[in-house]
Structures are given as C-alpha cells and as structure tokens.
C-alpha cells in the first residue's frame, strides 16, 4: 500500500504552481542524492531526475539500458535525502503499463513524470501521435485514482529526432503536443526545439506550460522566460558540465 498520499498529493499541487509561462520554474537535473541535496542547498524548491545522467551514475545506458526498478532504486534515495517535490524522466515507459508506472513512481516519493513518444524497446519507433495520447491519459487516469495529480510532461522527440520533413515539423509537433493536453497532459516539453522563432510559436501556440533544456553554463534565463518558456531542467548538461570540471582538476595531478 502507498502511504503518506496527502502528503505526496500537496507535493503534487506546488510543483504544478511552479509553472508559469513568462516566470520560468528552473528544476535542476540530478541523478543521486548527493547532486541532489546540493542543488537544493543552492535555493532550488523542486528537482528533476533525467535518464541520462541516473544511467550513467550506475554505469548503464541512456535509452533504458538501465531497468525501472534501478531508476526507482535512485529515486527513493533522492526522495529519502530532500524534501521537495521530485519528477523523473521515465523514458518512453520501460515497456510497463501507466498503473505499474504510477505505482512505482509513487512508492519511491516522486510526483512529477516525462513521457516520451520514441519507444527504446521497440527499435526506437515513434509513437503515433494518438498512441502517446493514449499513454498519457493512461498515467492520468491511474494517478487520479491513486489520489495524486502526478505533474505529467508529455515530451515529443520529433525536433531530437529530425522525423519528417522539417516545413511541417513544428506543425507535426503541434498536433501531437495538442492531443497529448487533451490527454490529460500538465506540461508539455518539445525535447530539441531550437530557434526563437520556433519557442515562441511553440509557447504562443500550445495549450499547457512549456518546458525545454536549458544549458546550466550557457543559456540564459530571462531569455527564456521571455519566450513564454514555463519549465527550464538541465537534461544531461549539468552532469556534463560537472565531468568537465572534475577532467580539468584531475588534469592537474597527472
């Protein structure tokens, strides 16, 4: 049984707040729980978990190289060690059904997600713009039951991806983005979109919150709360970022 829900649920209802279009929430990317209790001692009220670096951190591959149950291993650790809301990257879903993705990831403490619409576990095919729909309002649909409005980011990889002819790809992405609020989406994350122009139709266009990557040493943030931009997490650039610095003192003692 899950227990402590009222407390994960208001978890659930201050992370939503945070996204604001124009006042971007900025949700550091960690992979344990020393990175973690870090960014949260820098000031930082919520945390995001991304594939790439957790895989690393346990020697695994990104694109579920690593399973569910070493992704929830890392998660109650980091919900163990901090006391603010936690969303994880959760790929395009290890294969597993919504309830046993909810199930899990309330277990473990987390009350935000990423789904993705490329399926690693399929020859990383796309999933139909419906299909991802559906997945969606599957997690929705178990969340609410379990009495926890888990903060679903709905992510499409088409601009990652280049899929298609890029004259209609942000038309394309549009449309799955759109099926995926009525799906019972929160947040919406076009993973890759690049260009000025693109973010703000993006932002102008879409019905939810938007959320994009950020470079922890490169991009800026009034920029993108300029844009419209509601959401800023770091992918795997911090820890990039982070191996950078630790190479350059390393180097030193050669």
Same mark, same amino acid.
């Given at each position: 049984?899950? *227990?402590?829900?009222?407390?994960?649920?208001?978890? /659930?209802?201050?992370?939503?707040?945070?996204?604001? @279009?124009?006042?971007?929430?900025?949700?550091?990317?960690? &992979?344990?729980? &020393?990175?973690?209790?870090?960014?949260?001692?820098?000031?930082?009220?919520?945390?995001?978990?991304?594939?790439?670096?957790?895989?690393?951190?346990?020697?695994?591959?990104?694109?579920?190289?690593?399973?569910?149950?070493? #992704?929830?291993?890392?998660?109650?650790?980091?919900?163990?060690?901090?006391?603010?809301?936690?969303? *994880?990257?959760?790929?395009?879903?290890? $294969?597993?059904? @919504?309830? !046993?993705?909810?199930?899990?990831?309330?277990?473990?403490?987390?009350?935000?997600?990423?789904?993705?619409?490329?399926?690693?576990?399929?020859?990383?095919?796309?999933?139909? @713009?419906?299909?991802?729909?559906?997945?969606?309002?599957?997690?929705?649909?178990?969340?609410?039951?379990?009495?926890?409005?888990?903060?679903?980011?709905?992510?499409?990889?088409?601009? #990652?991806?280049?899929?298609?002819?890029? /004259?209609?790809?942000?038309?394309?992405?549009?449309?799955?983005?759109?099926? /995926?609020?009525?799906?019972? +989406?929160?947040?919406?994350?076009?993973? $890759?979109? !690049?260009?000025?122009?693109?973010?703000?139709?993006?932002? $102008?266009?879409?019905?939810?919150?938007?959320?994009?990557?950020?470079? @922890?040493?490169?991009?800026?943030?009034?920029?993108? +709360?300029?844009?419209?931009?509601?959401?800023?997490?770091?992918?795997?650039?911090?820890?990039?970022? #982070?191996?950078?610095?630790?190479?350059?003192?390393?180097?030193? &003692?050669?």
């Amino acid at each position: 049984m899950i *227990v402590g829900m009222s407390s994960l649920e208001s978890k /659930a209802k201050a992370f939503l707040a945070l996204h604001r @279009p124009g006042d971007p929430a900025v949700l550091p990317t960690v &992979w344990d729980a &020393w990175s973690a209790k870090v960014a949260v001692d820098a000031g930082f009220s919520a945390l995001t978990l991304g594939s790439h670096p957790v895989a690393d951190s346990i020697g695994r591959t990104d694109g579920e190289g690593m399973t569910f149950a070493e #992704l929830l291993t890392r998660v109650r650790q980091i919900t163990e060690a901090v006391e603010v809301p936690v969303s *994880v990257d959760i790929e395009s879903g290890y $294969g597993l059904e @919504p309830a !046993q993705l909810i199930e899990g990831l309330l277990e473990a403490g987390a009350v935000g997600l990423n789904i993705e619409d490329t399926v690693h576990s399929e020859g990383k095919r796309l999933r139909s @713009p419906q299909e991802h729909a559906d997945l969606v309002h599957g997690l929705r649909q178990f969340a609410d039951a379990a009495g926890v409005h888990v903060v679903v980011n709905a992510r499409t990889d088409l601009f #990652l991806r280049q899929d298609g002819d890029e /004259a209609d790809r942000v038309d394309r992405a549009i449309e799955r983005l759109r099926l /995926a609020a009525t799906a019972g +989406a929160d947040v919406l994350f076009p993973a $890759g979109a !690049q260009g000025d122009a693109v973010v703000r139709r993006l932002t $102008g266009e879409l019905p939810l919150p938007i959320s994009m990557v950020g470079l @922890p040493d490169k991009s800026d943030k009034a920029q993108l +709360a300029d844009q419209g931009v509601a959401r800023i997490s770091f992918g795997p650039f911090l820890q990039r970022s #982070l191996t950078a610095e630790i190479e350059r003192l390393l180097a030193r &003692w050669k």
